[in-house]
């Protein structure tokens, strides 16, 4: 039981990660260490920060970010941005997201309401 | 937190086990390129990090905290090597492609047993057509005392070997290893693609 409710805990952690990923670098432009700290603040989506840069680049290379290399004082940074593509894949995931959530919420709700023991 | 000898060697000895495991499936240019960005985390991290006793300690934490170089290449291959393959059509990069998904899904397993004998199957066809102008009389049908013994290409002959039809065998095998090459390479772009479209209605829903 518990090994099958962390593999659904697992994959719907990784399919949020992407939509998180795009999520924090929408309101401007931040390296890859910062939006891990960024999602470590807010989330625990990210258990090994090494699985962020991969999706980086295929988000990058997708077109919906833009990567580019900065110098700063110790070392240079690849910077990524959100193009109006990925702006617009953002929009409609986000729609998605809250549709999908309302339904499960729904759903919680009704079994809530029916429950005959004790409530979930 | 300063790094001595040993942390630095260290940490060049994650990024050469990193730079080599991309190595087989990704271009150089994108092997550099993420590299250098893992490069930029783990110099952060450490300047971030408070100085310690022990820094093997503290660079065995941060290096596990970004994951085993393989697993590192893996999640590389897993997000970018497909796309990269039907972008670019190169039969190598395919291969490497469906090599990378094959250590990772079932599904990929199968597929790149399939393809992987369509490949085998198209370059010994090809290899007997290319056989024959080299080896005249070792390509072709084979009879020994007019028993049928086989057809394509046979460098030691058993005494009595008659060699018939030698062109024929040539031109069929060119072609039919040419269609199965085509064949074989266009069924792997396909399934690299929808590889590459699925991920993508998993992120959107549609």
Redesign the interface.
Known sequence: MTVSTDSWTEQMRR?GL??AILLAVAPGTR???EIIRHLQELTDLVV????I???L??LT??GWLQAE?QASA?????YYRLTSQGRR?LR??VD?WRT?AAKIDRLVDAADKGATHEPL | MNLSDDGESRIRGYLFMLESSLRTFLKRDVVADAVREVESHIRERVRDTQPMPNERDALNRLLDAIGPPHRLARAYSAELAAGEAVSSGRLWQAARAVFALALNTTEGFAVGVALLCGYLLAASCLLVALAKPIFPDNVGIRWVNGEFRGAGWELFLEPGTVVTHGWWVMAVCAVVGSLLLWLTHRGTRRYLRRVSERRLRAAFGH
């Open positions: 399919g992407e939509l390296y890859g260490l090994t920060e090494g699985t840069y991969p999706i680049g295929r290379r997708d290399w110790a070392h240079p940074r690849k894949r409609l995931m998605e999908f």
